[in-house]
C-alpha cells in the first residue's frame, strides 16, 4: 500500500553536523547580501516573484551563495516552478553539502512526485545532519522508506518524529501501525491504529484505519 504526507511549513533547523546557513556566505560581497537581505524581506511579505528576482541578481553577482541558491528555490517552488526549484536546491547542495535546508526540499519534492528511492536518500541524509531539527523530515522520511519497503528504518523514522513532534501530528501512529503491521508486529500495529482512531475520529483516513485495524485483529484472533 503507498501512502503519501501533505507537507507543511518548513520548520528552521538547528544541528552540530549540518548547517543552517553557509560559510561561503561570509565572503558574499556587498550588492550580492544586499540584494539577498531585500529578497528575504520580500519572501517575508508574500512577494515571491519579486523575492526571487532580488535573489537571483544576489548569485548573479556572487554564484557561490549557496543561501540565495536555497532562497531562490523555495520562492520558484512556492510559484509552482518545481523543476527551477529543484535544480536551485541543487546547486545549493553542491557549494555545500552540509547545509540541511537543500537536502530536505529535494526530499519533499521527490516526496510529492512520489518518487520514494530519492525522497527517502534525501531525507535520510536531512536527518543524519540534523537529527534533532524539524519532525516533518522524519515524517516524510518515513513514509518514503516505507513505501520502499525499508521498514526497520521507517519505524525509526516515525518514532523519531512522535518524539519531537510530541505527538501533535496523529497520524504518526496510523503510519506506525501500518509499519508495524509490515513488520509483522500485528498486537504492535492494532495499538498504534487503535490510538490514530481514538485521536482522529474524523480524519480522512480514519474509516481505512479500523478497515486495517478489523484485519489485524482477525489476524491475530486466528
Known sequence: MTIARKRAALHRLTGDEGRT?????????????????KGMELARSNKPGD????????????????????????VQRQMGARDE???????AMDLDDKLVGPWQELG??????????DA?????????????GSPMAWDFGAVANYNIGKYDIAERDVRAEMKLDHGKNPRAEYLLGLILIA??????????LRTFIAAAP???????????????????GK
Open 21 to 37: 546557513v553557509s560559510a561561503l556566505s561570509l565572503k558574499a560581497p556587498k550588492d550580492a547580501k544586499k540584494n539577498f537581505d
Open 51 to 74: 523575492a526571487a528576482a532580488s535573489f537571483q541578481k544576489a548569485v548573479a553577482s556572487y554564484p557561490q551563495y549557496a543561501d540565495a541558491w536555497f532562497s531562490l528555490g523555495q
Open 85 to 91: 526549484a529543484r535544480t536551485d536546491f541543487q546547486k
Open 108 to 117: 519533499f519534492l521527490a516526496s510529492d512526485a512520489a518518487r520514494w528511492e
Open 120 to 132: 527517502a536518500r534525501y531525507l535520510d541524509q536531512a536527518v543524519r545532519l540534523d537529527p534533532m
Open 183 to 192: 513488520r509483522k508486529d500485528l498486537a504492535g500495529g492494532a495499538d498504534a
Open 202 to 220: 474524523d480524519a480522512p483516513d480514519a474509516e481505512m484505519a479500523k478497515k486495517q485495524l478489523s484485519r489485524a485483529e482477525g489476524m491475530l
